[in-house]
C-alpha cells in the first residue's frame, strides 16, 4: 500500500471517530445518557468474550446483574480470576466463571468450544466482543493478519462452532442471540476481497474498520442463514459509540494524552459503551428481530456495501476455507 493511501485510511478512519466524539459531546450537553432497564434474565447463559476488560467487562457485568450464568471468555488467566472475583463480588451472581480463549488461535477456540460443551449448559447470548486496535503489523498463531484473525475470523469460527448449541437454545418467542460488536470506522472500510490480509500493504486503521466491516457483513450473511433455516437464533450487530477503554493503548503518547483529556466529554464510559450490546442480547424489542445495526440502543443503517448480498456470501465462503469449515450457506444460497 502506497503511504498515501496509508495516510487516506487513517485520516477516514479519525474523521468517523470525530464524528461520533462530536455527536457525543452533543448528547451528553443535551442531558446525558440514560441509563437503559432490562428484564431479568434467570436461568440464561451468556458467553462474552474479552469479558475481562472494557466494554466487555461492563457488558458481562450487566448480564450478571440480570441473573444470567456469564462465562467470560478470555486469553489472560490471571486477568480473569481477578475478573471473575470482582465481578461475583458487584452483582452478588455466583455464576461468573471463567474460560480461556484465544481468539488469535483457532485450536484454542476450538478447545474453549469443547470445554464449553463439556459443561452441558446452554447458551442464550454470545456476546462477539474481543478485539484489538490499530496493533502493529503482525500475525495470529494461524498467520492471519491480527485484526482480521483475532477480531473477525476468530469469532467468525467461535459462532459457527457454538450455532447447534444456539439453536438447541433458543425457541420461538424466545430466541438466543448473537451480538458482534462493531464499530463506526466500518462506515470507512473498503473489503479488498483480493487482499483480506493486507498483504499488498499494511494499514493499521485500514485493517481494524475492514475487520469491523467484515463483522457487519457476517451478521447480515448468519441472519440470512438462520432465517433461511427457521432457526430460533438471531444475529444482531452492536456499535458501542467512541468508549474510554484500554482500546486505544496502541494509539501513540500524543492521542492518549488528548483521550485522557477529552475523554469525560467526548467518550463513553465502559458502563455506556455497553448498553448497546446489552440491549441487543436482551432487549424483549429485539425478540426474533436480526440483521439489524443498533448504535445508542437504536436500530440505524450500516454502510451500504454491508447490505450487498453477493460480498457477505463471497465473504462467508473465504472465511470457511481460512478456518476449514465447511461451507453450508452454498445449498441455500446459490450464486
Ligand atoms: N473503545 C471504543 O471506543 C470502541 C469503539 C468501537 C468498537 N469497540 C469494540 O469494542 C470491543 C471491546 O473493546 P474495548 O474498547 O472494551 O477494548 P479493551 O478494553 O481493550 O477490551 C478488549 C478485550 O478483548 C480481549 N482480547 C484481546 N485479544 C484477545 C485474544 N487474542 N483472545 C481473547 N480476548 C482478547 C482483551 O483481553 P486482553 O486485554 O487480556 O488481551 C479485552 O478483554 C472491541 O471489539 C472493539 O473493537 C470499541
Known amino acids: 500500500m ?27 450537553c443535551l442531558g446525558g445518557f440514560s441509563e437503559p432497564v432490562f428484564p431479568p434474565q434467570p436461568g440464561r447463559v451468556a458467553i462474552v468474550t474479552g469479558g475481562t476488560d472494557g ?17 467470560l471468555a478470555g486469553n489472560d488467566q490471571r486477568k480473569a480470576q481477578e475478573a471473575v472475583r470482582k465481578m461475583k463480588e458487584e ?18 477456540i476450538r478447545e474453549f468450544v469443547q470445554a464449553f460443551r463439556q459443561k452441558g449448559l446452554p447458551l442464550h447470548v454470545l456476546v462477539n466482543n474481543a478485539g484489538v486496535m490499530m496493533v502493529p503489523q503482525r500475525s495470529t498463531r494461524d498467520g492471519f493478519e491480527e485484526h482480521f484473525g483475532l477480531n473477525y475470523l476468530g469469532h467468525f469460527l467461535l459462532t459457527n462452532l457454538l450455532l447447534d ?8 418467542g424466545r430466541c438466543a442471540r448473537v451480538v458482534s460488536v462493531a464499530s463506526a470506522t466500518h462506515y470507512v472500510a473498503h473489503m ?28 447480515y450473511q448468519l441472519q440470512a442463514l438462520l432465517a433461511a433455516r427457521g432457526c430460533p437464533v438471531t444475529a444482531n450487530a452492536a456499535d458501542p459509540g467512541v468508549v474510554d477503554t484500554d482500546l ?70 473465504a472465511s470457511c476455507r481460512l478456518t476449514g469449515l465447511r461451507d453450508s450457506s452454498r445449498p441455500l444460497t446459490p450464486e
Open 2 to 28: 502506497s503511504p498515501w493511501r496509508a495516510v487516506r485510511a487513517a485520516l477516514r478512519v479519525y474523521v468517523a471517530g470525530a464524528l461520533v466524539m462530536l455527536s457525543q459531546l452533543l448528547r451528553r
Open 55 to 71: 466494554i466487555g467487562y461492563a457488558t458481562a457485568r450487566r448480564l450478571a446483574r440480570l441473573g444470567m450464568h456469564v462465562i
Open 91 to 108: 452483582t452478588l451472581n455466583g455464576q461468573v466463571e471463567f474460560l480461556y480463549c484465544d481468539l488469535a488461535c483457532m485450536r484454542s
Open 165 to 172: 448449541v444456539l439453536q438447541a437454545s433458543g425457541c420461538a
Open 192 to 219: 479488498d476481497m483480493d487482499d483480506l490480509q493486507g498483504r499488498r500493504g499494511y494499514s493499521a486503521h485500514g485493517a481494524y474498520a475492514q475487520s469491523k466491516l467484515a463483522l457487519v457483513l457476517f451478521t
Open 248 to 317: 486505544y493503548r496502541h494509539v501513540f503518547w500524543g492521542r492518549s494524552l488528548l483521550k485522557r483529556l477529552a475523554a469525560p466529554w467526548f467518550f463513553k464510559t465502559p458502563e455506556e459503551g455497553s448498553w448497546t450490546s446489552v440491549f441487543a442480547a436482551v432487549s424483549p424489542s429485539l425478540e426474533g428481530r436480526g440483521g439489524r445495526y443498533l448504535y445508542n440502543e437504536r436500530e440505524t443503517r450500516s454502510l451500504g456495501a454491508s447490505y450487498d448480498p453477493h460480498l457477505q456470501q463471497q465473504l462467508w465462503a
